[in-house]
Antibody, heavy 120, light 110 residues
Framework: EVQLVQSGAEVKKPGESLKISCKGS????????IGWVRQMPGKGLEWLGI????????RYSPSFPGQVTISADKSINTAYLQWSSLKASDTAMYFC?????????????WGQGTLVTVSS | QSVLTQPPSASGTPGQRVTISCSGS????????VYWYQQLPGTAPKLLIY???QRPSGVPDRFSGSKSGTSASLAISGLRSEDEADYHC???????????FGGGTKLTVL
C-alpha cells in the first residue's frame, strides 16, 4: 500500500527556519516525482514544486520564486520542504503528494498534511 | 488566482446529478490529462478521477469525468449527503512545468 507520512504540526515565529518531511513507503521512492502543495486557510491548492528523488531533479513553481527549498534523501525515502526565514503569510497546511506514473501527470497519493503556523 | 478555473460553489439535492466544470488552456487541459480530487473538511485531498475519466478502485461509479478541448467536467449522479466536500481539478501545465490546480468548488447537498 502506497503511503506518504508527513511530520507533525509546527508553530514558529517570523524569521525562524523550518524543515518539514514526507516519508514514502509501499512503492519505489526513487522512480516517482513528489510534489509539495500549499493550502492557505479557506483557500484552494497551490503547487510549490516537485522533485524526482532518484536524481534530485527539482522544479519550482514560478509563483513562489526563492521562497522555499525542496530536497530529498533517497536513502531514507524522504522528501523535504524548508524555509530559511518564515513569514506570517507562510501560515498554511502543506501537503506532499506523489505524481502518478508517466510523463506530465498529476497527483495520485497524498500525505496527511502538515499545519505550519507562523505567529509572533 | 488559479491557473484552472472552477465555479466557487455548486449545490444539489439528494439523488440529483450535478456537474462541476474546470476550464484551462492549450498548455494544460488542452494537451494533458485532467485529475479530480475530493477534499472533505480537515482532510487531505483524495483522488477521484485520473487521466480524464478513470476511477481508482474504491471510487463509486456515481463519479465520472470528461474532457473536451480545454475544458473538463466532473459529474456526480445520485447525489448523497456524504458527497458534500470541496472538489479540485488539476492538470500538468507545459508552460509552468508542473501540475496546476483550479480554485476548488464547494459542493453543498441541500
Amino acid at each position: 500500500e502506497v503511503q506518504l507520512v508527513q511530520s507533525g504540526a509546527e508553530v514558529k515565529k517570523p524569521g525562524e527556519s523550518l524543515k518539514i518531511s514526507c516519508k514514502g513507503s509501499g512503492y519505489t521512492f526513487t522512480t516517482s516525482w513528489i510534489g509539495w502543495v500549499r493550502q492557505m486557510p479557506g483557500k484552494g491548492l497551490e503547487w510549490l514544486g516537485i522533485i524526482y528523488p532518484g536524481d534530485s531533479d527539482t522544479r519550482y513553481s514560478p509563483s513562489f520564486p526563492g521562497q522555499v527549498t525542496i530536497s530529498a534523501d533517497k536513502s531514507i525515502n524522504t522528501a523535504y520542504l524548508q524555509w530559511s526565514s518564515l513569514k506570517a503569510s507562510d501560515t498554511a497546511m502543506y501537503f506532499c503528494a506523489r505524481l502518478e506514473g508517466g510523463n506530465k501527470r498529476a497527483y495520485d497519493y497524498w500525505g496527511q498534511g502538515t499545519l505550519v503556523t507562523v505567529s509572533s | 488566482q488559479s491557473v484552472l478555473t472552477q465555479p466557487p460553489s455548486a449545490s444539489g439535492t439528494p439523488g440529483q446529478r450535478v456537474t462541476i466544470s474546470c476550464s484551462g488552456s492549450s498548455s494544460n487541459i488542452g494537451s494533458n490529462y485532467v485529475y479530480w480530487y475530493q477534499q472533505l473538511p480537515g482532510t487531505a485531498p483524495k483522488l477521484l478521477i485520473y487521466r480524464n475519466n478513470q476511477r481508482p478502485s474504491g471510487v463509486p461509479d456515481r463519479f465520472s469525468g470528461s474532457k473536451s478541448g480545454t475544458s473538463a467536467s466532473l459529474a456526480i449522479s445520485g447525489l448523497r449527503s456524504e458527497d458534500e466536500a470541496d472538489y479540485h481539478c488539476a492538470a500538468w501545465d507545459d508552460s509552468l512545468g508542473g501540475p496546476v490546480f483550479g480554485g476548488g468548488t464547494k459542493l453543498t447537498v441541500l
